[in-house]
């Protein structure tokens, strides 16, 4: 299973670098629209940074230090950047999933996230779909831009 999910979620990653290089114009990246509070921009720092807090720092030991507001307030980064994070994220997935074994995934996740007990197998499960989302996000915000 955690090859399964490393390979799917660097997949998605690699959809949202996909997705930002097919803007036409770098600077849509970060604006925003009517009811769309966040840019693309912001959300794939937030994706970044989301992927290597939860599996590169805590289950993987990294020492990613996380800035979960500056991925929302930071404007204008260039585009390099965001794809080297986002590199960075899919580094911090394969390293830390390919590492561990079945029996650490069956334990509680280290963080009480959400309340309650979760185990990693369920966060890591809801980390790929809350990926998967974002991605989304992110298509529908550049077409709808484009078409503007």
Partial sequence: MLHSLSSIIQREVSKIQEELGLYSDETLIWKTHEEISNS??????????NLQHFIGATLGKTGYVRNRELEFEAKNVPLGHIISDLENAKLAVDTTLLNLDEFEVQ?????????????????LVHLLSHTSYHLGQINYHRRLLESL
């Fill in 40 to 49: 693309a921009g912001n959300i794939a720092l937030h994706v970044a940074g």
């Fill in 107 to 123: 334990k509680l996740f280290p963080i009480d996230v959400f309340g309650g007990d979760k185990s990693t197998e369920w966060f």
